[in-house]
């Protein structure tokens, strides 16, 4: 049986009420998704789209002290265990949690972001789960790629970055959508759990126009992955 609780060094997440609970994808995501840097951006925005737990969210306004961050999802019990988390952390009055189906364009219609995160449902043509909750929060019935990259292009700042995190196999598809969406990629991170086995996930950013793109690996356990979980580690 999953936790209810995971406890970081700065704040702690409830998870009970949500379908989705923690796990290596979304903390790998929060602490490797570009922030913005601070300059000339004092009052700069952070989105995290289907945000859960608020997990993310509350790792990213630890990691950019200066940017406001809203986490949004369409589970209303998604929402109400986010809230409680973020009203229970030191970032609560830097971190707003919304409810609604970013899909709809009215939805943040006039915000743009300069760093926008999801762990985004991939499953695709695979039987659906019983759980309903979970059927959202993991098949691409609510938020497919396509509507994702559509959005992320309409709510990006000029230089902001979308970062996602997705199974090897999903990637293909993923491009492909942002390729269509007029998304370019600038950041690849491969995610191993064996150096003798290939990538099981990669972390992948995009921005609306094009740059040299980085390439990285990181193996679970290792030295580079410690020192990137370091600010956030469980107690």
């Not at 789209?49 to 589970?75: K, S, W």
């Not at 789960?129 to 700042?157: E, K, Y």
Request: charged letters at 20%.
């Amino acid at each position: 049986m999953a936790n209810d609780y995971f406890r970081f060094k700065h704040f702690t997440i409830h998870q009970g009420l949500c379908a989705m609970k923690v796990g290596t994808d979304g903390t790998l995501l929060g602490a490797w998704a570009a922030v913005p840097n601070g300059v000339g951006q004092g009052s700069a925005a952070i989105l995290d789209i289907g945000t859960g737990t608020g997990l993310i969210a509350l790792m990213l306004a630890q990691r950019c002290p200066q940017a406001q961050v809203v986490g949004i999802d369409i589970d209303a019990d998604a929402v109400a265990q986010a809230r409680a988390n973020v009203a229970e952390s030191p970032f609560a009055g830097r971190v707003t949690i919304v409810q609604g189906d970013v899909v709809q364009p009215a939805v943040l219609a006039a915000r743009r972001f300069a760093a926008i995160v999801c762990n985004p449902p991939f499953f695709e043509g695979a039987l659906l789960c019983p759980d309903n909750r979970r059927t959202v929060a993991r098949h691409a019935v609510s938020l497919s790629f396509a509507q994702l990259m559509d959005r992320a292009r309409h709510l990006l700042a000029d230089d902001g970055e979308l970062s996602v995190v997705v199974p090897a196999e999903a990637l293909p598809r993923l491009d492909s959508e942002a390729a269509l969406a007029g998304l370019f990629k600038v950041r690849q991170c491969s995610v191993l759990t064996s150096l003798r086995k290939p990538p099981r996930r990669y972390l992948v950013a995009f921005r609306l126009h094009p740059a040299e793109m980085e390439i990285s690996e990181l193996a679970i356990g290792s030295e580079r992955h410690r020192a990137l979980m370091e600010k956030f580690s469980v107690k």
